[in-house]
């Protein structure tokens, strides 16, 4: 299945967007809006794919494809 949306390291987490596809070679510096409404600044490098991914982008990457979301958004963070 291709998903409809592809993942980026920005913002010091890992965010999933719509205006990037899976495959598509990653620039820096691109700014796209999130899966679930942040705009953030792309960044290709090794070590930025080891940040966290942002649980809200999980749950509606999740919600996209009807997948289970085994990182519930209970942990009482702040959605900013």
């Excluded at 620039?27 to 999130?34: F, I, P, W």
């Excluded at 792309?42 to 919600?63: F, H, K, R, S, V």
């Excluded at 997948?67 to 519930?72: E, S």
Aim: hydrophobic share 40%; proline share 9%; glycine share 8%.
């Amino acid at each position: 299945m291709m998903l409809p949306f592809a993942w980026t390291p920005g913002a010091e987490q890992r965010h999933a967007s719509r205006e990037l596809m899976p495959g598509e070679v990653l620039v820096s510096g691109l700014n796209v809006e999130t899966l679930c409404g942040k705009q953030v600044t792309t960044i290709n490098g090794d070590l930025e794919w080891l940040w966290p991914t942002w649980p809200y982008c999980m749950a509606t990457a999740c919600e996209t494809v009807d997948a289970p979301n085994y990182f519930p958004l209970s942990d009482g963070r702040d959605e900013t």
